[in-house]
């Protein structure tokens, strides 16, 4: 056998170690946090870099108005996180330096900016995007990302699987030799039986009738098939919602079909195809900009824009200009998470009059229209009035 061959054998006996010991570990994490057992919930607020610093700060301020009885009452704590930056990452060699994820693990739940994704080309190394890292770290499942246009008649909320698929060794492929370069996909019966229970488990909650589940199993038979295969045995145990099945090409095609996609309530999908259907459906609602997302765990939770860190606009100067409504919408959802739901539905129905109904204040991105934090006191305001 090649040197070559000899070579990747290691490297794929060590991957699959390592994926081994991780399905222990989800096994072993059977229990979720419970926040109202809790004496202090902990809330970290990581602006990541780029515009993020900016937006996140904006969002900040809002939470703490919202949140100020119960921070007064100790209930609730804000920490901040500095030095999630390309710059520091690229200093420690690492998606997260060691400080940074010490300081994150302590929390409970994290607000997030955006962070720059090194690629190929760039002049920083090629480091794994925080963003992956930290759903790594802190296994948080289950990607959660809510579209709506009433009007429409679109409400969709899609559970993306965060940890696995074609992300899960995203960073770790195999040059096997100058002609040869191989990826991996992994699906694991634990982790896609975690995620699709928290699909069903959503549906049967909110009063929905269908899951669907989207995948391309007539052509990645094992990963994508097991991923399926769960998702018929996991609808076994709830009956009354029912399960369809559709592949991924036609689901982006049927998004677009407007008799079609008023039908589609939860959908559930390996993390790749959670990934770009999620960024087509957001388009639908205006945007990448105006979706929040949610990464849930067991014991952790994290919220963020979906949107990039648009270094651009930094370097000309105009992240104060930079829209902070996704990671408002993101803040809704930790509001929700830990049991602040009043708070939320008014944070959310002022979101909604600023954005989409009295439109007093726009954003433009640049000085033709309002800063992130004129927005952001417009928002209060607009709270204060509810
Ligand atoms: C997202 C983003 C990330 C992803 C990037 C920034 C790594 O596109 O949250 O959807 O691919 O998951
Ligand atoms: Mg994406």
Request: glycine fraction near 8%.
């Amino acid at each position: 056998m090649s040197e070559a061959i000899l070579a990747a054998k290691e490297k794929f006996a060590a991957i699959l170690e390592k994926q081994l010991a991780r399905v222990e570990r989800m096994k072993a994490d059977k229990e979720f946090i419970d926040y109202s057992k809790l004496d202090t919930i902990i809330i970290g607020v990581c602006g990541g870099d780029g515009i993020g610093p900016a937006i996140t700060k904006a969002a900040h301020r809002i939470l703490e108005t919202l949140l100020a009885e119960e921070v007064k009452k100790g209930k609730v704590e804000f920490r901040v996180i500095d030095g999630l930056t390309i710059e520091n990452r690229v200093k420690a060699n690492k998606a997260i330096p060691d400080d940074v994820l010490a300081e994150l693990k302590a929390c409970h739940v994290i607000l997030k900016g955006p962070t720059t994704t090194p690629r190929a080309g760039d002049p920083w190394p090629n480091i794994e995007s925080a963003n992956v890292a930290m759903r790594k770290e802190l296994d948080l499942f289950a990607n959660v990302r809510p579209v709506k246009v009433p009007e429409q008649g679109i409400d969709w909320t899609f559970f993306r699987e965060n940890t696995e698929g074609g992300y899960a060794l995203g960073s770790e492929g195999i040059h096997v030799n100058d002609d040869l370069a191989i990826d991996f996909t992994v699906t694991t019966t634990e982790g896609t039986e975690r995620i699709v229970r928290a699909a069903f488990d959503f549906a049967k909650k909110n009063g929905k009738t269908r899951v669907t589940a989207v995948t391309k199993a007539n052509v990645i038979k094992t990963t994508d098939g097991k991923f399926l295969s769960i998702c018929k045995k996991i609808a076994e145990e709830y009956p009354g919602i029912e399960l369809d099945d559709w592949y991924i090409d036609i689901m982006t095609a049927k998004l677009v079909d407007e008799k079609r996609r008023t039908q589609f309530q939860v959908l559930v999908l390996p993390n790749l195809y959670g990934d770009i259907l999620t960024d087509e459906a957001a388009e639908f609602q205006g945007g990448v900009g105006t979706a929040g997302s949610s990464n849930m765990g067991k014991r952790y939770a994290m919220f963020e824009a979906i949107h990039g860190s648009a270094p651009r606009m930094v370097t000309e100067g105009r992240d104060k200009y930079a829209d902070p409504c996704s990671i408002i919408r993101a803040s809704v959802m930790l509001l929700n998470h830990i049991g602040y739901n009043t708070l939320a539905d008014k944070l959310e129905k002022a979101l909604d009059i600023c954005m989409y109904q009295e439109k007093k204040l726009v954003i433009t991105g640049r000085d033709t229209g309002a800063t992130g934090e004129e927005f952001a006191d417009y928002i209060m305001e607009t709270i204060a009035s509810l």
